[in-house]
Structures are given as C-alpha cells and as structure tokens.
T-cell receptor, first 116, second 112 residues
Framework: DTGVSQDPRHKITKRGQNVTFRCDPI?????LYWYRQTLGQGPEFLTY????????KSRLLSDRFSAERPKGSFSTLEIQRTEQGDSAMYLC??????????????FGPGTRLTVL | KQEVTQIPAALSVPEGENLVLNCSFT??????LQWFRQDPGKGLTSLLL?????REQTSGRLNASLDKSSGRSTLYIAASQPGDSATYLC???????????FGEGTQLTVNP
C-alpha cells in the first residue's frame, strides 16, 4: 500500500493556459475524489468517481474543469483557460468498499497550482 | 446545506498540556465524521473516523467523541508535543452522499 500519489506536486502557469493533473489512488480503491483547497480554508469537494463512472459533480466544477477516470484506476483533472482564481491546492482522495459502504477517505499530497 | 465550524481557529499551548479541539455541524444526518491533520503545504492525514452510531474513537494520545444529536465532535489530544503542531480539520460525510464537508480547521502550535 503506497498511498495516494499525485503529479505534479507543483504547477506554475500563465493565465489562459490549460493544465492537467494526475492522481493515482490506493490500489483496489473503487472510489476516487477531487477536492480544492485555498489558503486558510478547508478543502471543498469537486467531484468523485466510482470505478470509471463520475457520480457527482459540485457546482464549483465549472465548464472549464473536466475530470476523467478512463479505466477505473488513475484519474486526471484538467483545467482549461486557467484564471488567477484557480490558484489553489488540488487534493485527491480514495476509498474502498468496507462492508455495506465506503468509509475512510485517504488523501494524497496534493498539487499546488499557481496561475500568474 | 451542511456547514462545519471549528473553534478555536488557532491555539498555542506549552508542551505537555492536554487540549480539546471543537467541531460543530448544522445537519445531524451524517454517516460519519473524520478528523485529519495537515502540515503546512502538505496533504491530509486521516487521524480518526467515527461512524454515526459510535460515541468515540481512540488512537494513541488522540480521542475523538461524537454527539450527533447536538451536532458536535471534539478531538482530545493528551500530553501535547511540539510534533503535534499542525492544522486539524474535521469533516462530515452526510447520509445522502459521499462527499466530505470540511471545517476551516484549527491551527495548533505546541511550544517546547
């Protein structure tokens, strides 16, 4: 069990550019979640997948954001036409089925995005 | 809409003190509650998870309690150490979904 990994750890980009982040969940974890955290705030939910199906999206996930989990393993989060307000830490988490439900979420180290 | 509040926002204590962090939530229809630790610029480390049917969970020097009916949870840290310095976040998962709703955290500093 190597934990949730995220790549890159840091990304600096210019306004208007597209960026893509990757998340590798803990192996055999069916659910994968994306959250966003701005400085001094708690994380906010963006979206989650069960296997390859995207089951829920927050209203925070504007049309410029898209997430995929094509084979039910790793996931990518793409932000198109980045804006300075997109600067944040993007956190990925995963969980596995435990009995009748999914419980504990385990988080990765995050990707810090800075939009200049 | 679920709202989670953590008090205090910041806390500074001398090493060795026992301390309590508070978390409150507005909708008692929760499935579970998790406490996390976050070091500066890092991801979240899960500390304790309490199911809605449970009253408390313990791990080492940490004890978390849950009073679902009053919408409150506390994290008790015994014999605090400088290495406990971090931001502590609580998060609730509602019965209606899988997302976690987080508080803004309590920034703890334990002074040697």
């Amino acid at each position: 069990d190597t934990g949730v990994s995220q790549d890159p750890r840091h990304k600096i980009t210019k306004r208007g550019q597209n960026v893509t982040f990757r998340c590798d969940p803990i192996s055999e974890h069916n659910r994968l979640y994306w959250y966003r955290q701005t400085l001094g705030q708690g994380p906010e939910f963006l979206t989650y997948f069960q296997n390859e199906a995207q089951l829920e999206k927050s209203r925070l996930l504007s049309d410029r954001f898209s997430a995929e989990r094509p084979k039910g393993s790793f996931s990518t989060l793409e932000i198109q036409r980045t804006e300075q307000g997109d600067s944040a830490m993007y956190l990925c988490a995963s969980s596995r089925r435990d009995g009748a439900s999914y419980n504990e979420q385990f988080f990765g180290p995050g990707t810090r995005l800075t939009v200049l | 809409k679920q709202e989670v509040t953590q008090i205090p926002a910041a806390l500074s204590v001398p090493e060795g003190e026992n301390l309590v962090l508070n978390c409150s939530f507005t909708d008692s229809a929760i499935y579970n509650l998790q406490w996390f630790r976050q070091d500066p610029g890092k991801g979240l480390t899960s500390l304790l998870l309490i199911q809605s049917s449970q009253r408390e969970q313990t791990s080492g020097r940490l004890n978390a309690s849950l009073d679902k009916s009053s919408g409150r949870s506390t994290l008790y840290i015994a014999a605090s150490q400088p290495g406990d310095s971090a931001t502590y976040l609580c998060a609730v998962r509602e019965t209606s979904g899988s997302r976690l709703t987080f508080g803004e955290g309590t920034q703890l500093t334990v002074n040697p």
